[in-house]
């Protein structure tokens, strides 16, 4: 028999939790998860605002500079014995002139001092070789202007534009730098003087590509641009809503059109320098079409560009409502009038949305135009669209390989424009979709 002494005492049952506690546990682990992923949410939202507005700062930071450029003041004696001997004022004669020898002398008279061969050679160095082009211009306009003496401003270089703009520091060794100490004596004597400035440059707008920085602009790249992107709208738009009406509306349900559409979705994916090289062998190799020509550009862009259109069309066809194909049909309407009258309106603005980011789009690829030769040097502006361009992608490619400091002033500025372009394409997008947008 036990001693009930010395045994153990009976365990007793635990109780069981409250309900109302349980559950606020629970309410308090699943707000902590929510606060914890609202948080993990506004981190990264912060960190690519703060990447975007690094990249932007970075590229308005060494592109504005390039709105601006440095001109020189010189004293012009147009010497009529230079620029024309016989006085008989012959544009032959007055566009064939020793421009060049005006520059030089008016140098050599502001800087007397200067002799030797070098020193003459860096102290003509502080003017642009475009200046010599300035005043043929000015000659062959006013041809009244030989035997008068005239203020004209000048290009200056581009080192002498890169030391005002200060990114060239006076202060390091001069071997380490391409402006000596004596041409920085010189620009400091004409800044003084008044007669060093600077100007917004025009060039910039109004010239094509140069190996001259300060006389490059991207007047030729937004011109093939444009011609390219006009080609490119001209196909791909017609030929996408005509492909997305036809197999929205009318395109029997089967496994031909099953696989067109697969296609198509897959074809929106594929990398754009296979529709390159697509164009590359189909348009010049065996149509043998012009290489570097923004109608070859149009057509590589149009194959690249019409998988987007379409499916963005199918979508706008898709949200409008039945029930406008329905009553359409019960008023007697043909399919085809109840497709042109009623359904195809009300999807166009959906569809013009589409092939305006399309072409944004478009407007940035550079990949598929270096394939069929777009990377041309090209100085003339293009007048056509079979005469030999380039796109603004692809000068930004150009000038970004070029060793010059000054070339990457033009490269971030080519950058700000071609980011200016694309937003208002985009903002455009945004305008009709809220303009004409229609909820059912």
Do not use: C
């Given at each position: 028999?036990n ?20 559950v ?5 682990r ?6 914890r ?6 981190i ?11 990249m932007?700062?970075?590229i308005?930071?060494?592109g504005y500079?390039?709105?601006w ?22 544009p032959?004669?007055?566009?064939n002139?020793?421009?060049a ?6 140098l ?9 061969r070098?020193?003459?050679?860096a102290?003509y ?14 000659v062959?306009n ?8 005239q ?6 270089s ?14 390091i060794?001069?071997?380490l730098?391409?402006?000596k100490?004596?041409?920085i ?9 008044g007669?060093?400035e600077k ?8 010239q094509?590509d ?14 093939g ?6 080609v ?17 509306e ?8 099953d ?7 897959n ?20 149509f ?7 109608l070859?550009?149009?057509l590589v ?9 379409i ?13 406008i ?8 309407a043909?399919?085809?009038q ?5 359904v ?6 959906g ?21 069929i ?10 007048q056509?669209?079979t005469d ?10 150009l000038?970004?390989d070029?060793?010059e400091?000054?070339f ?5 500025a ?5 980011l ?15 303009r004409f947008?229609?909820?059912?």
């Open positions: 028999m001693n009930p002494s010395t045994s153990s005492p009976p365990k007793l049952a635990k109780p069981p939790r409250d309900i109302k506690t349980i606020n546990a629970s309410l308090a699943r707000h902590a998860a929510e606060s992923f609202r948080w993990y949410g506004l990264a939202i912060s960190l690519g605002l703060a990447f975007v507005a690094l932007f700062a970075n308005i930071g060494k500079p390039a709105f450029q440095t001109y020189v003041e010189l004293p012009i004696q147009f010497d009529p014995a230079v620029i024309d001997p016989d006085g008989r004022r012959g032959q004669v007055l566009e002139a020793d421009y020898a005006l520059i030089r002398a008016s050599r008279e502001m800087f007397p001092e200067v002799e030797g070098r020193n003459l050679r102290l160095g502080l003017v642009s070789s475009n200046a010599p082009y300035r005043l043929r211009n000015e062959l006013n041809p009244e202007l030989i035997g008068t003496r203020s004209v401003w000048v290009l200056a581009a080192n002498v534009d890169t030391f005002i703009k200060g990114n060239i520091d006076r202060n060794d001069e071997s730098r391409p402006i100490d004596q041409e004596a010189w620009i400091d004597q004409l800044r003084a003087s007669k060093l100007r917004f440059n025009t060039i910039l707008f109004t094509g140069s190996r001259e920085p300060e006389q490059a602009g991207i007047r030729g790249a937004l011109m641009s444009f011609y390219t992107l006009l490119t709208f001209l196909l791909s738009f017609p030929i996408g809503v005509a492909t997305a009406v036809y197999l929205e009318f395109a029997p349900k089967n496994r031909w059109t696989l067109i559409e697969v296609n198509i979705n074809l929106a994916a594929v990398p754009s320098i296979v529709f390159g090289l697509l164009g590359l062998a189909v348009f010049i190799n065996f043998g079409l012009p290489r570097s020509a923004p070859v550009g149009g862009l149009s194959l690249m560009t019409l998988p987007v259109i499916i963005a069309g199918r979508a706008a066809l898709t949200s409008v409502p039945p029930s194909r329905e009553a359409a049909l019960g008023m007697g043909s399919k085809l109840m497709v042109g009258h009623h195809l309106p009300l999807a166009m603005p569809m013009l949305t589409g092939s305006i980011i399309g072409m944004a789009r478009a407007l940035g690829e550079s990949a598929p135009l270096l394939m030769g777009m990377v041309a040097f090209i100085v003339d502006v293009p056509g669209f030999p361009a380039t796109v603004l992608p692809v000068q930004i490619y000038w970004a070029l060793p400091r000054a990457v002033e033009r490269t971030s080519a950058i700000m424009v071609l200016a372009f694309m937003l208002v394409m985009n903002g455009l997008a945004i305008i009709l979709r809220k947008e229609r909820r059912w």
